[in-house]
């Protein structure tokens, strides 16, 4: 089982700064940034593959948002994913949430389908 405890979301004007922080607790292949703007469908924000190392984003976030991991436990078993918002809009405004998936079963880092754990959600509210 894994469990993410997300934090870091709050208010911000536009061209401020956040940093939303994700802790992973248990091993994982994959994990991913979602984000659900009020009435509009979760969309794709950002993904990182554990065993290569590699991170993708959305086109709407390039150059803005970027995944970073740490504190890391020794043995791997605990980890933190933080997602570092730069440059926000007020389209950046939404409930952001982290997930995690393991297994080989993989759709790709932008399909909800490649994630079996999901945190609680934290919201980043942008003002113009």
């Known amino acids: 089982q894994v469990q993410l405890v997300e934090s870091g979301g709050g208010s911000v004007q536009a061209g401020g700064s956040l940093t939303l922080s994700c802790e992973v607790f248990?091993?994982?292949?994959?994990l991913g940034w979602f984000r659900q703007a009020p009435g509009k469908e979760r969309e794709w924000v950002a993904g990182?593959?554990?065993?290569?190392?590699?991170?993708?984003?959305?086109?709407?976030v390039k150059g803005r948002f970027a995944i970073s991991l740490g504190n890391a436990s020794l043995d791997n078993a605990k980890n933190t994913m933080y997602l570092q918002l730069n440059n926000l809009k007020s389209a950046d405004t939404a409930m952001y949430y982290c997930?995690?998936?393991?297994?080989?079963?993989?759709?790709?880092?932008?399909?909800?389908?490649?994630?079996?754990?999901w945190g609680q959600g934290t919201r980043v509210t942008v003002s113009s």
């Open positions: 997930a995690a998936g393991r297994g080989t079963i993989d759709y790709g880092l932008e399909s909800s389908k490649s994630y079996n754990f």
């Open positions: 990182h593959y554990n065993v290569t190392g590699a991170t993708y984003y959305a086109d709407s």
């Open positions: 248990g091993y994982t292949a994959r």
